[in-house]
């Protein structure tokens, strides 16, 4: 029962057997809240544009990419989990909804821009709750310098004035190597060279916090580096910002893998890349409470948002929860996913879900068979449901359930 074709922002596209895009999620495709003026997710990316007023900053990308940009281009294993219909969503066996910006990295490269920011929706399968949504927006930024003495120079001017712009009393930054043995530099790297563009990185996203983040004598802001692993940067870093008694993860960022470079044309570059979570950190700066309130055409949230303005949200009252369980028996050769149990419910349900928690999985002691349980939260941002309103919704759930993966509902 899947269409022949499925259409992306005015383009035809084939479906196949792997198709795993639903309707729910293409129909956020048109939205863009990322350009939408007064939407606190544009504000955010003004915010973070006007900290690098000297760089490109793009917004304009189809989503749709091949697996070749989403993946093989940024060095992605074959057996990378990510490249899963489980975790990601496939229009056909050629083209994918991108997981995230890094996806452009290389044809913005090649088009030769050297300092760039590019903001725009990706997509990833995945649970149903507070903070986590198959669609957000993430912003990639980038920028390289030739890798010689000149460029080298360049890096390391510019190293002395952000040091300085940094050194306040203001912010408290917890530091790691820049290179060590578990976060090595690349071969085909001068240590010294990279040493230079991750201090580059380093100095350059503690400025961007402090921009995001403000910080004062009384309260200085704290930021904590961390290593970690991309298959795309080495050495490789997450950046942590401490907010309300606690850590919040802000960004990935590293020195760009060589490997990049070439597929881009400019194998004698060298630089850094960074991609954050936009909805993460504005969901902090205007104290927005729920994932789901981005979406919201409601003009109780839309219309306290001003263009450029930061302003904190004030909650309209909260409409009450009707949870409901749904049970089911599995079809022996019939597994069914977490993240497609949550598809069926967002396709059926909307944005009325707020979290989907499985509550009990069962093994028959004689039969051997299986049982599931979830629990669906059910609640309208905007207005109360009705008893009967959720049990229709809610039965819509089971009958999808069981003809699409043969389940018995208990
Ligand atoms: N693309 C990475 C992610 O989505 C973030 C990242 C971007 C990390 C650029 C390093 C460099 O998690």
Redesign the pocket.
């Known amino acids: 029962n899947r269409p022949e074709y499925i259409e992306i922002l005015g383009q035809k596209y084939a479906t196949d057997e792997i198709t795993n895009v639903s309707p729910a999620i293409l129909a956020k495709v048109p939205r863009r809240l990322h350009a939408q003026p007064s939407h606190p997710l544009s504000t955010l990316r003004t915010l973070i544009e006007s900290h690098w007023p000297d760089f490109a900053h793009l917004s304009n990308l189809s989503p749709v990419v091949t697996p070749q940009k989403n993946f093989d281009d940024l060095s992605f294993p074959l057996d990378h989990p990510g490249r899963s219909l489980t975790d990601s969503y496939y229009i056909n066996k050629g083209m994918m909804l991108r997981?995230?910006?890094?996806a452009h990295?290389v044809e913005t490269f090649r088009k030769g821009e050297t300092k760039w920011l590019l903001t725009a929706d990706?997509y990833r399968r995945d649970e149903i709750d507070g903070s986590h949504y198959p669609v957000f927006h993430?912003m990639?930024g980038?920028r390289i310098w030739s890798d010689d003495a000149t460029g080298m120079r360049e890096v390391e001017e510019e190293n002395e004035r952000l040091a300085q712009h940094l050194t306040r009393s203001d912010i408290i930054i917890e530091d790691v190597p820049h290179i060590s043995p578990s976060n090595p530099v690349q071969s085909r790297h001068n240590p010294k060279h990279a040493e230079l563009v991750a201090q580059n990185l380093k100095l350059s996203l503690n400025s961007l916090m402090l921009h995001l983040f403000k910080g004062t004598k009384d309260e200085p802001l704290r930021v904590r580096w961390i290593e970690t692993y991309?298959p795309?940067?080495s050495p490789?870093y997450e950046v942590e910002v401490f907010f309300r008694g606690q850590w919040l993860e802000i960004?990935?960022?590293?020195v760009?893998q060589q490997a990049t470079l070439d597929a881009s044309g400019i194998s004698n570059k060298i630089g850094w890349?960074?991609?954050?979570?936009l909805e993460r950190i504005a969901m902090i700066l205007f104290s927005i409470p729920d994932i789901r309130l981005f979406w919201s055409q409601d003009a109780r949230f839309l219309s306290q948002f001003q263009s450029g303005v930061l302003n904190t949200f004030k909650p309209y009252s909260k409409y009450p929860a009707c949870p409901r369980d749904v049970s089911f028996w599995l079809t022996p050769g019939f597994a069914v996913h977490e993240n497609d149990f949550c598809d069926v419910v967002r396709d059926v349900a909307g944005d009325l879900v707020e979290d989907v928690k499985r509550i009990d999985h069962f093994v028959h002691p004689k039969t051997q068979r299986e049982s599931l349980c979830y629990r669906i939260n059910y609640r309208s941002m905007d207005r109360s449901l009705s008893n009967e309103e959720t049990n229709v919704i809610n039965d819509q759930v089971k009958e999808r359930l069981k003809s699409q993966f043969s389940v018995e509902i208990r």
């Open positions: 997981t995230h910006t890094s990295e990706v993430q990639e980038a991309f795309f940067t490789s960004l990935g960022t590293g760009v890349a960074f991609g954050l979570g």
